[in-house]
C-alpha cells in the first residue's frame, strides 16, 4: 500500500513565524503536491513537484515556498505565518505511471494565532 | 474550474446499493473519469478509474454511459463507513504533473 506521511495532524503558530509542514512518501512516487482545504473553497494547489529539485507553481503559490531535496520528501514552508494561512494542508503523491491516481495523507489542520 | 456536475448530497440506507451521479458533457475523448472520495478530516482517497468502459475494483463498480456524457459511482453494500464527500473528475491521461481539479462533491450520508 502506498503510504503519504504528514509530519503533524495539527499545529497551532503564531503570526509570523516561520512554519515548516513535511511530508513524505514510501512509494518512489515522482510527482508531489501539496494543497490546501477550505470550506466552500475545496482543494486548491499551492506547489507541485516532479522531480527532485523541481517546483512548479499551483494556483495560490503566495505566502508558501517548496522544498524538494530527495525524492520522497516534499516540504511546505510558510515563511511568516499569517492567520489568512490557517487552513487543512493536504499532501499527495502520484506515479508517472498511473496519471491521475493521487496518494493523499492524512492532513495537517494549521491554526495560525 | 471543475468539468462535472454532482449532486450536492445524498442519503442511503446502510446495506442498501448508494449510486451516485456525475454529469461531464464537455468530456473530451483523452480524458478519464476519476472518484475520489473524502472521508471527514482525513485527505482525499481514490477509488476507482475509467474511459469508456465499465469497471469494477474492491471499493466500487463505474458505470460510464455511451456517450460517456455522465457516469454513476455505484456502493454495492453502503456501510456507515462510507459516509463521506464524494467527487467525480476529468482528467486526461497526460502527464503526471496535472493537477486534479475538486469541485464541491456530492455529500453521501449513509444512515442506519
Known amino acids: 500500500d502506498v503510504k503519504v506521511t504528514q509530519s503533524s495532524r495539527y499545529l497551532v503558530k503564531r503570526t509570523g513565524e516561520k512554519v515548516f509542514l513535511e511530508c513524505v512518501q514510501d512509494?518512489?512516487?515522482?510527482?508531489m503536491f501539496w494543497y490546501r482545504q477550505d470550506p466552500g473553497l475545496g482543494l486548491r494547489l499551492i506547489y507541485f513537484?516532479?522531480?527532485?529539485?523541481?517546483?512548479e507553481k499551483g494556483d495560490i503559490p503566495e505566502g508558501y515556498s517548496v522544498s524538494r531535496e530527495k525524492k520522497e520528501r516534499f516540504s511546505l514552508i510558510l515563511e511568516s505565518a499569517s492567520t489568512n494561512q490557517t487552513s487543512m494542508y493536504l499532501c499527495?503523491?502520484?506515479?508517472?505511471?498511473?496519471?491521475?491516481?493521487?496518494?493523499f495523507g492524512p492532513g495537517t489542520r494549521l491554526l495560525v494565532l | 474550474d471543475a468539468k462535472t456536475t454532482q449532486p450536492t448530497s445524498m442519503d442511503c440506507a446502510e446495506g442498501r446499493a448508494a449510486n451516485l451521479p456525475c454529469n461531464h458533457s464537455?468530456?473530451?475523448?483523452?480524458?478519464?473519469v476519476y472518484w475520489y472520495r473524502q472521508i471527514h478530516s482525513q485527505g482525499p482517497q481514490y477509488i476507482i478509474h475509467?474511459?469508456?468502459n465499465n469497471e469494477t475494483n474492491e471499493m466500487a463498480s463505474l458505470i460510464i454511459t455511451e456517450d460517456r456524457k455522465s457516469s454513476t459511482l455505484i456502493l454495492p453494500h453502503a456501510t456507515l463507513r462510507d459516509t463521506a464527500v464524494y467527487y467525480c473528475?476529468?482528467?486526461?491521461?497526460?502527464?503526471?504533473?496535472?493537477?486534479?481539479?475538486f469541485g464541491k462533491g456530492t455529500k453521501l450520508t449513509v444512515n442506519p
Open positions: 473528475i476529468v482528467r486526461s491521461m497526460q502527464g503526471g504533473s496535472e493537477k486534479l481539479v
Open positions: 512509494m518512489d512516487h515522482e510527482n
Open positions: 464537455t468530456i473530451s475523448g483523452n480524458e478519464y
Open positions: 499527495a503523491s502520484l506515479s508517472d505511471r498511473s496519471p491521475g491516481t493521487q496518494y
Open positions: 475509467g474511459l469508456k
Open positions: 513537484s516532479y522531480d527532485v529539485k523541481m517546483k
